[in-house]
């Protein structure tokens, strides 16, 4: 009878905890904008950034590589070569074009654009995979547009063509994850997502770090010590603890209403970027992250 009794109770504290743990998630990961833009501040360029983002994270997913290789089945070379695509795609070419651009905006916009991935990831069901679009599907997406382009235009007026070219690499960036997400989606149930990330984590992270040694000399490893640790923390506070938090989250209350709890994600990079980096806060970006935030929450509640 008490068992009966305390179960809603239990329930929803198991709720609030996932959402709990879906927010740290998700302001962390939202966190690696602000991150980078310190970094910036040390005349550090993407390539630089980017790999000691991957060398500081290698280990941590080299490790949990290592553990479910020795616990879980063997792959085939099929599935370690889907992998591979994946992890250049989704963590490599991705973060890359997200840092190029980053260069050029501001971290509060580059979180809008790259909050439109969702959007990105049904438009191209609906363009090649043939996947139909309801009514409430196309006002989600035009309204989180909307939204996007009312920043974009905002932050053109100040930044001129900068805006432009760092938005552009930051909506590659969108589309190239949109293109990880679906490619992973069958992956995941054969492999499983801890393992799938792990993996293609270590593959984004070798690519990042050869990337560096082809196009940069041995020298650049030399730099001032506040950026080892803003790298640090944009390896193991940005990276490594939003995907295992993401995860854990996504197994307690399941992934839509972990992905609902990640709309905190670009109000928290907006607020974050005035604080820490000093970027205005005008009424038209509160009114386009607004838009944006309407729009995905109206696609989160689409039928399935």
């Known amino acids: 009878m008490n068992s009966i009794a305390s179960s809603p109770a239990s329930e929803r504290k198991l709720l609030l905890g996932g959402l709990a743990i879906a927010i740290s998630g998700a302001v962390l990961f939202s966190a690696k904008a602000i991150v980078a833009k310190l ?29 479910k290789s020795r616990t879980e089945p063997a792959l085939s070379k099929a599935q370690l ?75 053109a007026r100040t930044g001129g063509s900068n805006v432009l070219l760092g938005g552009a690499f930051v909506l590659g960036s969108a589309l190239s994850y949109a293109m990880y997400l679906l490619m992973s989606g069958e992956m995941v149930k054969h492999v499983g997502s801890l393992r799938l990330v792990a993996y293609a984590m270590c593959v984004s992270s070798v690519a990042c770090i050869v990337q560096f040694f082809l196009l940069r000399p041995v020298s650049m490893l030399v730099q001032p010590m506040p950026v080892y640790g803003l790298s640090l923390i944009n390896a193991v506070f940005c990276t490594v603890f939003p995907v295992f938090l993401t995860m854990i989250a996504v197994a307690r209350i399941g992934a839509p209403t972990a992905s609902q709890a990640g709309m905190i994600g670009p109000v928290s990079t907006l607020f974050l970027g005035a604080l820490l980096l000093g970027e205005p806060i005008t009424g038209i970006q509160l009114g386009g992250t607004a838009l944006v935030l309407a729009g995905i929450y109206l696609l989160s509640k689409k039928k399935t």
Not at 97 to 124: C, H, M, N
């Open 81 to 155: 070569g889907k992998i591979v695509v994946l992890g250049l795609i989704g963590y490599y070419l991705s973060s890359f074009l997200d840092f190029l651009g980053l260069q050029y905006i501001t971290a509060g916009l580059e979180r809008l654009i790259l909050f439109l991935t969702p959007s990105f990831v049904l438009l191209i069901s609906f363009l090649f995979l043939k996947k139909k679009v309801g009514l409430l599907e196309w006002a989600a997406l035009c309204t989180a547009y909307l939204g996007t382009i009312l920043v974009f235009l905002h932050d």
């Open 39 to 67: 970094i910036y501040r040390y005349h550090v360029d993407a390539v630089t950034l980017i790999a000691f983002r991957m060398m500081f994270s290698l280990p941590f997913f080299a490790a949990i590589a290592f553990w």
